[in-house]
């Protein structure tokens, strides 16, 4: 619904940048996944292609991203970028336990286009933002692992 509607509910061929049905909308999942469009203009997710490069990556500020909920700024540091099928593990969010997600997550890791530097021993929680390629049959992924937040009250 998202790809063509705004969260206004209105019709735009942009859509909006939104997160996968079956993730809480309180980021409470071990792996929450959110889609957006890969823009021309660099709008939604238009820039994660820019992590293709690990020089990009290592630029200042580059390697975490940031979350707004409306009363808490939650950051993860990103661990691994990488084209993916359409339809692969990568889109994953239940997991059975604690270590199940750890695995996934290595498992992620493993896949990235070059070596992050990021331990995820301890991640407890995954963010994966997931965008269209150029061709539109694989996606781009970037993975961050949360590493804490701030309250905005």
Known sequence: YYLHNTFENQPNIA???FMDHGCKKDFS???TIIYGHN???GAMFGK??????SSFYNGSGN????IYTGNVIKQYKIFSCYISEAVSDTYTFNFPSLASMQ???ADMK???LYDTGVDISSASQVVTLSTCTDNGEKRFIVHGMYIGEASLE
């Open 48 to 53: 994660l292609k820019s992590y293709e490069n």
């Open 15 to 17: 859509g909006c940048i």
């Open 103 to 105: 695995s996934y997550a």
């Open 63 to 66: 390697n975490v991203f940031y």
């Open 110 to 112: 493993a896949k990235s």
């Open 29 to 31: 999942d071990p792996n």
């Open 39 to 41: 823009m021309r203009n």
